[in-house]
């Protein structure tokens, strides 16, 4: 286990700002938090006792960009200079949306409603895959409002019809790709963010799923480019391991880059493994790096240098502590990138 600080990478490793415009640092999180089930495998808790650990761990990992401090006014809070995040979660049904909001928003108790929170400080896109609405698991795109504009938003669904809740290729439940375009306020430099949960039943979807993934962003990305350069990131469960059908798919198209392999081993923060059970002693088959965070584009396997992201840092992190509360059976993921100056 590494002992490098993830959060060194927004101060010990930036470049200076050159004349061509500042860069901008992002840290993006990709979490898969387990629906809220009302029949939990052995060993795993109810919502009502993950969501206080799980959220608490969300607002650790961005209390340094966007959050204020406790106690402070989040109605007049500032982001902060140095840096935004972007949160990609998958498993999400829409109490657990409302209730990670609330707490990234710190929204009383007393002011809380059915519906997640819209700012004063997070912001969401994406929907509920069965209705296209609010039924279903969510992949949602949770960004910081204060530092970003929405410019366009979409769902995917990952099936022979993309355009209606639906599935195919003997998937065992209907799939969706967030994507949303995000600009930022101050240098109105732009990017693309993606999250996605892929099939764990049928390797054909998840085959086929990447092939609609990869078409959509690129469709985007050329909607919205405009001749500038046009950051990429795709967060996710891909229930596939490196050496599976979806991983190799995006490795061997070259596109996007799996920011894992793009850190040096020294560097990397944590666990190797990304998804672990509820008791990982009985889960050893299914063990193992299924979550990603994929940054580009890149114009070639070999182009080192077109892509406008420069990979800062990569973290797994631990789910769970010494009060023996699984946040998660997954692992969440952080990756720390640089978007150069335009």
Same mark, same amino acid.
């Given at each position: 286990?590494?002992?490098?600080?993830?959060?060194?990478?927004?101060?010990?490793?930036?470049?200076?700002?050159?004349?061509?415009?500042?860069?901008?640092?992002?840290?993006?999180?990709?979490?898969?938090?387990?629906?809220?089930?009302?029949?939990?495998?052995?060993?795993?808790?109810?919502?009502?006792?993950?969501?206080?650990?799980?959220?608490?761990?969300?607002?650790?990992?961005?209390?340094?960009?966007?959050?204020?401090?406790?106690?402070?006014?989040?109605?007049?809070?500032?982001?902060?200079?140095?840096?935004?995040?972007?949160?990609?979660?998958?498993?999400?049904?829409?109490?657990?949306?409302?209730?990670?909001?609330?707490?990234?928003?710190?929204?009383?108790?007393?002011?809380?409603?059915?519906?997640?929170?819209?700012?004063?400080?997070?912001?969401?896109?994406?929907?509920?895959?069965?209705?296209?609405?609010?039924?279903?698991?969510?992949?949602?795109?949770?960004?910081?409002?204060?530092?970003?504009?929405?410019?366009?938003?979409?769902?995917?669904?990952?099936?022979?019809?993309?355009?209606?809740?639906?599935?195919?290729?003997?998937?065992?439940?209907?799939?969706?790709?967030?994507?949303?375009?995000?600009? *930022? $306020?101050?240098? $109105?430099?732009?990017?693309?963010?993606?999250?996605?949960?892929?099939?764990?039943?049928?390797?054909?979807?998840?085959?086929?799923?990447? $092939?609609?993934?990869?078409?959509?962003?690129?469709?985007?990305?050329?909607?919205?480019?405009?001749?500038?350069?046009?950051?990429?990131?795709?967060?996710?469960?891909?229930?596939?391991?490196?050496?599976?059908?979806?991983?190799?798919?995006?490795?061997?198209?070259?596109?996007?880059?799996?920011? *894992?392999?793009?850190?040096?081993?020294?560097?990397?923060?944590?666990?190797?493994?990304?998804?672990?059970?509820? $008791?990982?002693?009985?889960?050893?088959?299914?063990?193992?790096?299924?979550?990603?965070?994929?940054?580009?584009? *890149?114009?070639?396997?070999?182009?080192?240098?077109?892509?406008?992201?420069?990979?800062?840092?990569?973290?797994?992190?631990?789910?769970?502590?010494?009060?023996?509360?699984?946040?998660?059976?997954?692992?969440?993921?952080?990756?720390?990138?640089?978007?150069?100056?335009?």
């Amino acid at each position: 286990m590494a002992t490098w600080n993830p959060f060194q990478t927004f101060f010990a490793r930036q470049s200076p700002v050159g004349d061509d415009g500042p860069p901008i640092q992002l840290r993006v999180i990709s979490f898969n938090i387990r629906y809220a089930t009302s029949s939990p495998f052995p060993n795993e808790k109810l919502w009502p006792d993950r969501a206080p650990v799980l959220t608490n761990q969300l607002l650790h990992e961005v209390r340094l960009l966007e959050t204020p401090s406790p106690g402070a006014n989040v109605s007049t809070a500032q982001p902060l200079a140095h840096g935004s995040a972007f949160i990609g979660l998958q498993e999400v049904l829409h109490n657990q949306l409302v209730d990670i909001l609330a707490a990234l928003n710190r929204v009383p108790d007393d002011q809380r409603t059915d519906e997640p929170a819209q700012g004063p400080l997070w912001a969401h896109v994406g929907v509920g895959r069965d209705d296209g609405a609010t039924k279903g698991e969510y992949s949602p795109i949770i960004y910081p409002i204060q530092t970003y504009d929405l410019l366009h938003n979409e769902t995917i669904w990952l099936s022979p019809t993309p355009d209606k809740p639906s599935k195919g290729w003997g998937a065992g439940s209907i799939r969706i790709l967030t994507v949303g375009v995000f600009e *930022h $306020k101050q240098t $109105k430099r732009r990017h693309i963010a993606a999250n996605t949960h892929l099939d764990n039943e049928s390797s054909e979807s998840r085959f086929e799923s990447v $092939k609609i993934i990869l078409a959509t962003l690129r469709r985007v990305h050329e909607q919205w480019s405009q001749g500038q350069p046009l950051g990429v990131f795709l967060t996710g469960d891909f229930n596939s391991f490196p050496d599976q059908e979806a991983y190799l798919s995006l490795r061997d198209d070259g596109w996007l880059r799996d920011l *894992h392999e793009e850190i040096p081993p020294p560097e990397r923060y944590g666990e190797d493994v990304t998804f672990t059970g509820f $008791k990982p002693e009985d889960w050893q088959k299914e063990r193992g790096r299924i979550d990603y965070i994929w940054f580009g584009p *890149h114009g070639s396997s070999a182009d080192t240098g077109s892509s406008p992201w420069s990979p800062l840092g990569y973290a797994i992190l631990p789910n769970v502590f010494d009060n023996g509360i699984y946040l998660s059976d997954h692992r969440a993921v952080v990756g720390d990138l640089r978007l150069r100056g335009t």
